[in-house]
């Protein structure tokens, strides 16, 4: 099975957003990113447009419909009825939802599908109506797993930043590895696909994908991006895509 990746452009925002310039271009980079072979463009869509703006949303769309219809859009965010509204109108492929507060710099937990569950089950189905995949971002826990397939949701996107956080000690990743695989087995022994994401980069990928064949997708922004200023955006994508196992 082929790992995936997604790009994820809201560092590119942020970078734009801190001038009045239309430049770097967010669906610029996504075309770069798209044609050197990346399978997505992902983002996340906060209250305040901190980073990826609502108007991104329609440019976005139309750079995947008019020049990649094999590609796939994939939003993120905490289910509030304005952020339904901006899926309802941009018409993802994949949904991603996410239990962050607004105030939250990047998204630093999953959900707990036991207490959570009630809430979720009713935007997963009103999700999965209007065509969209569903994907819910959940913490390296089996116990959880059980839950989460009652939802509804087509996969989980297992949050990774621990593992990330432990890029200087090889004994702490091992185990922040078998975490995430133990978590994936349940996943997929309740049906459930699994995707990956948070603070991966070229080095950490391979033992992810190697401990995780079934892993389907990872979607990847913050690492991506810092190595793009290294080697330039499409390099980048390539390199990434190794990284997943991908013939390149």
């Given at each position: 099975m082929t790992v995936e990746l997604s790009v994820n452009l809201n560092a590119i925002a942020m970078l734009r957003n801190r001038r009045d310039l239309p430049w770097p271009s967010v669906t610029?980079?996504?075309?770069?990113?798209?044609?050197?072979?990346?399978?997505?463009?992902t983002v996340h869509p906060r209250p305040d447009q901190r980073h990826i703006r609502f108007s991104d949303l329609p440019a976005i769309r139309a750079l995947i419909d008019e020049e990649f219809p094999q590609a796939e859009f994939n939003i993120e965010?905490?289910?509030t009825p304005?952020?339904?509204?901006l899926v309802a109108a941009a018409r993802p492929e994949q949904v991603t939802l996410v239990p962050d507060d607004p105030a939250q710099p990047t998204?630093?937990?999953g959900w707990d599908f036991v207490a959570d569950g009630a809430m979720l089950r009713p935007v997963v189905d009103e999700l999965k109506s209007g065509g969209a995949r569903v994907s819910l971002f959940a913490d390296a826990d089996p116990v959880q797993m059980s839950a989460a397939a009652d939802t509804g949701c087509d996969r989980i996107e297992l949050y990774t930043g621990p593992y990330g956080g432990t890029h200087s000690d090889p004994d702490a990743a091992k185990a922040e590895i078998e975490r995430l695989g133990a978590t994936a087995d349940a996943a997929i022994g309740f049906g459930l696909g699994v995707n990956a994401g948070h603070d991966l980069t070229v080095e950490n990928l391979p033992p992810l994908v190697a401990r995780i064949p079934a892993l389907a997708e990872v979607s990847i922004g913050h690492g991506l991006t810092a190595?793009?200023?290294?080697?330039?955006?499409?390099?980048?994508?390539?390199r990434f895509r190794r990284a997943c196992g991908q013939a390149v």
């Open positions: 610029g980079i996504g075309r770069i990113a798209l044609q050197a072979g990346a399978h997505g463009l965010g905490y289910p304005e952020f339904l509204a998204s630093d937990h190595d793009s200023l290294e080697h330039g955006m499409a390099e980048t994508v390539r």
